[in-house]
């Protein structure tokens, strides 16, 4: 039964503008460019897209029908789906209080980069080991995330209506400007290197849009459709609780379907546009060398080209870390709400004291992912061969194996044991139309799992 105080958004693209921030964050600026350089272009974007249509667009549907569904977040939606179930909220409640400390701090070297642009301290951030030697810093790194971490709890606290939904309306579209004009001034670069070579931005944004084929094998471009598909997953924020929350807070009378529809579209241009900032950009002065993923791409490669933009860089740099910090905020902003909303439901706690608590926790395991780059400093290899320290174990675990884990176990109960009937139902209450609802039966009870099980064996190593 719907709780009658429960919060919910004020209209339809309310909870499109928060559920898109939450899709737009640092995975679709430091892995979508890198991914579309590296998987041929082209060849790429096409089954992203084609992922993003039928793949994201059914777990999407699935999460957010299950949230609007049990009005429930995600630690109490599965039992009320179905009581043998309940373990599964569980999880899908776990895995963002495990993402949620080291993405404040990821957040808090946003901070540090941003304030140091704005400073007009730029340049000092492309010298060499400057990341390095901040991150491996004690305190600093730690203040940074707290900021980090405040911001976002201030935003939860102000609740759904007042907090998250003000705050998305307002800063989504500011995202949007800075990533279409440094999108546009990326393409109109050009730059000549010590050999004479002349690199342009439109031969950049064609390597992100001209498919190349070139040694393609059954074996890569199956490799390349994994990829797309890791991405679209971790980028769409499926899994995390996220959009069973928001789904929670959608009105009986919004179209579900097309809300999903816009929220896709939104995604994947940002993404889109993320690769066209990046691409061109790194190209022109660094060529295809320059292109890295994670980190590297962002806090490394990124300050040494806007350091050779000459006397733009600096404002360029300043606005594409505030385009970034908007970004990661947006999407703090919803894996907080996805705990909280479920100790709300669970332990009736006020949104206050619910935020304050998590908040605790976050900071303290924040702390330790900080202290992974100094006094508790280690490293190991992980089964699919990445070099690892605590913030990429943490990541590793919530992004590779718990999260494509709870979407099939999602797909098995909603395809198998509740049968589809469940969602298509609530898709369809108000007498919308459900275009793709064979599609969505075939990708949730079939497709999707048979996906997702390739997508974990990939991630633990098996394959």
């Known amino acids: 039964m719907e709780e009658k105080n429960r919060n919910s958004f004020t209209g339809s693209i309310g909870f499109v503008l928060a559920a898109a921030a939450s899709a737009v964050g640092l995975g679709n600026i430091w892995r979508f460019p890198y991914l579309a350089a590296r998987d041929g272009g082209g060849l790429f974007l096409v089954i992203y897209l084609a992922l993003a249509l039928t793949f994201g667009f059914a777990l999407l549907t699935t999460e957010v029908a299950i949230g609007r569904k049990t009005k429930q977040s995600p630690l109490t939606a599965y039992g009320k789906l179905s009581e043998k ?4 909220g569980l999880f899908s409640c776990f895995i963002p209080m495990l993402i949620l400390p080291y993405y404040c701090v990821i957040g808090g070297w946003v901070v540090k980069y941003f304030l140091a642009y704005l400073t007009l301290s730029g340049e ?3 010298v060499d080991g400057y990341f390095g030697d901040f991150i491996s810093g004690t305190f600093p790194p730690m203040l940074t995330a707290v900021v980090f971490l405040l911001v976002t709890m201030a935003i939860v606290i102000g609740g759904v209506e007042k907090g998250i939904e003000k705050f998305s309306k307002i800063l989504m579209p500011i995202l949007v400007i800075l990533v279409v004009i440094i999108a546009v001034f990326s393409l109109t670069l050009s730059y000549t290197d010590k050999n004479g070579v002349v690199r342009t931005g439109i031969e950049g944004f064609k390597i992100l849009v001209v498919p190349d084929l070139t040694g393609i094998t059954v074996k890569s471009f199956f490799t390349i459709m994994m990829d797309a598909m890791g991405q679209l997953f971790y980028s769409l924020s499926i899994s995390m609780g996220i959009m069973i929350a928001y789904g929670s807070y959608m009105r009986d009378d919004t179209d579900l379907i097309g809300a999903i529809g816009q929220i896709e579209i939104f995604d994947t241009g940002i993404a889109f546009l993320a690769g066209v900032m990046v691409i061109p950009a790194v190209y022109v002065f660094m060529g295809r060398d320059g292109m890295q993923a994670g980190p590297g791409l962002m806090f490394v490669s990124l300050p040494r080209v806007f350091q050779d933009m000459g006397q733009f860089g600096g404002l360029i740099g300043c606005l594409f870390f505030a385009m970034v910090l908007f970004a990661a905020i947006t999407s703090s902003v919803s894996i ?12 009736h706690l006020s949104r206050r004291t619910a935020t304050l608590t998590v908040g605790a926790i976050t900071f303290v395991l924040a702390v330790i992912v900080c202290l992974g780059y100094n006094k508790l400093y280690f490293n190991i290899v992980l089964p699919n061969g990445a070099d ?3 913030l990429d174990i943490m990541d590793y675990v919530s992004n590779n194996l718990l999260m494509p884990a709870v979407s099939i176990a999602t797909c098995i109960l909603v395809g198998w044991v509740l049968k589809p009937d469940i969602i298509i139902d609530e898709v369809t209450k108000n007498g919308e139309k459900f275009l793709r609802k064979k ?6 009870k079939y497709v999707a799992p048979i996906l997702l099980f390739i997508l974990l064996l990939e991630a633990a190593g098996i394959l």
């Open 124 to 126: 000092e951030t492309a």
């Open 85 to 88: 179930w309940k373990s599964l």
């Open 388 to 390: 690892a320290q605590i």
């Open 336 to 347: 907080l709400e996805a705990i909280v909303s479920s100790f709300i439901d669970r332990f």
């Open 439 to 444: 599609m969505y039966i075939v990708m949730v």
